[in-house]
């Protein structure tokens, strides 16, 4: 019994919101004369040794005390003697846990969004050194127009800014306060519930007493943020893992950030992104687990809601971690913009600029220019050239209407140029993003 009940093995995570929460429970017990001043002052000084115990020799586990509260609690008795049993007056550890984890995640939220602009910080000022380099952008992983590096990089910038909101989000549900809601229903004392949620930073304390101990909202909100910054980094993460492919050869990884093979002396393997791919599904399966645990528990508390926070403090490992490694992968990676130029050039990535060529200097619909191009790539493809290695007469041959002013148009460089619109590839709307991106970053 004792092995199952007991939370202290992952709760003690909670000791310095577990510590803050009494301490601001005891200073309102005194100010409304619920308990007398000499004991509020002992337990605080209690309170305030044993944080300094913690800090520095870390929490005792003793599975009997069950979870951070009764540990807590213990040492105070041990501390201070008896006036400890004042300390849970007007209070259960119900309302206790809510309050401790709402603290914990709350700070969860800050340090998300502060570790997510670290690395989009790291993306910016690579892609500032990639405007002007030229890889094919994809569609279907198959080669489909010349983009910028920088435009790439800049994507996930986008992403992550996503991603900072969306914990920044998670963070203003968490305004309320549920200490005082005690066990389940409230408490006859005359306690003051603006107090103690002004004391710990709170706007206001919960309304319902029920919803109090019985809401883990704010924690499936964190979860639900991690995920989706999780899939966005398996997603770069899979990128830099078929670029440093061989075959692909657009990335040469550092030493610092990758491995080699006991077996294979060749091998500079990408593990770190890996790794990053894979955490992404422990992420995903912390929401999950959370989500599962709350979707049929009747109100109340119940005991299974004790499996929130594992879950949630595994997420925020993972995330944590594979943000600072995806940030040291970017800020040491090599560029190989010969391997990026040569891959878009091979994939006949210019078609669509001899259509839309066709379209602006011919006056040709584009549903026929887009035929036409396709009998230029077709013969191009048969004799393993580029489009613009096909000379003006093989051309013409195709259609008359073509003359000597496609060649601005068929290199790559012209064509990622020329996608000027807002938000397009060309160097000119990168270099204004980049500018914005660093701005709003403050740097
Ligand atoms: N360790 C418990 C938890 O994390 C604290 C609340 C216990 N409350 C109770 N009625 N058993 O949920």
Redesign the pocket.
């Known amino acids: 019994m004792r092995r199952i009940?007991a939370?202290i093995a992952f709760?003690k995570r909670l000791w310095r919101e577990d510590i803050a929460g009494s301490k601001a429970h005891v200073a309102m017990l005194r100010d409304q004369s619920i308990i007398p001043a000499v004991d509020a002052a002992s337990i605080i000084d209690g309170l305030d040794r044993i944080a300094a115990e913690y800090e520095r020799d870390g929490v005792p586990e003793k599975v009997e005390l069950?979870?951070?509260?009764m540990t807590v609690e213990q040492r105070l008795s041990e501390l201070i003697g008896p006036a400890a049993g004042r300390l849970h007056t007007a209070r259960?550890?119900?309302d206790?846990?809510a309050t401790d984890?709402r603290l914990w995640v709350r700070n969860a939220c800050q340090e998300a969004i502060d570790t997510i602009r670290a690395l989009q910080s790291v993306l910016v000022l690579r892609a500032e050194e990639q405007i002007e380099t030229v890889m094919p952008g994809f569609t279907h992983l198959q080669v489909a127009q010349p983009v910028s590096l920088g435009h790439h990089l800049l994507a996930y910038y986008e992403m992550l800014g996503r991603d900072r909101l969306r914990f920044a989000d998670t963070r203003s549900r968490l305004g309320q306060c549920p200490l005082g809601a005690a066990?389940l229903a409230g408490t006859g004392f005359p306690i003051d519930r603006d107090s103690t949620a002004a004391a710990l930073g709170f706007d206001e304390p919960t309304a319902n007493s029920l919803d109090s101990v019985s809401d883990r909202d704010f924690a499936l909100d964190y979860l639900a943020a991690a995920a989706q910054s999780g899939l966005h980094l398996s997603r770069l993460a899979e990128e830099l893992v078929i670029w440093a492919s061989p075959s692909f050869g657009f990335v040469k990884l550092s030493d610092g950030f990758s491995t080699g093979s006991s077996i294979m002396p060749q091998k500079r393997n990408p593990d770190a992104a890996e790794l990053v791919r894979g955490h992404s599904g422990r992420i995903i399966g912390a929401m999950m687990s959370l989500m599962v645990t709350m979707k049929g528990l009747p109100l109340a508390?119940s005991?299974d809601?004790?499996d929130?926070?594992e879950p949630v403090f595994e997420a925020r490992d993972l995330m944590i971690l594979s943000l600072e490694a995806i940030g040291g992968m970017i800020e040491t990676i090599e560029f190989v913009p010969e391997r990026m130029r040569a891959a878009a050039e091979q994939g006949y990535s210019t078609a669509t600029d001899l259509a839309d060529w066709l379209v602006r200097e011919a006056d040709v619909p584009f549903r026929e220019a887009h035929h036409i191009t396709g009998r230029a790539v077709k013969l191009a493809e048969e004799q393993g050239r580029g489009l613009a290695d096909l000379s003006l007469a093989e051309l013409q041959r195709i259609d008359a209407r073509i003359d000597e002013r496609v060649y601005d148009v068929l290199g790559v460089e012209a064509s990622m140029n020329s996608r000027t619109s807002y938000g397009g590839t060309a160097p000119a709307r990168v270099r204004e993003q980049i500018a914005a991106a660093k701005k709003a970053l403050g740097l």
């Open positions: 009940n939370s709760d069950e979870d951070i509260h259960s550890r119900n206790q846990v984890f066990a508390y005991k809601m004790q929130d926070k």
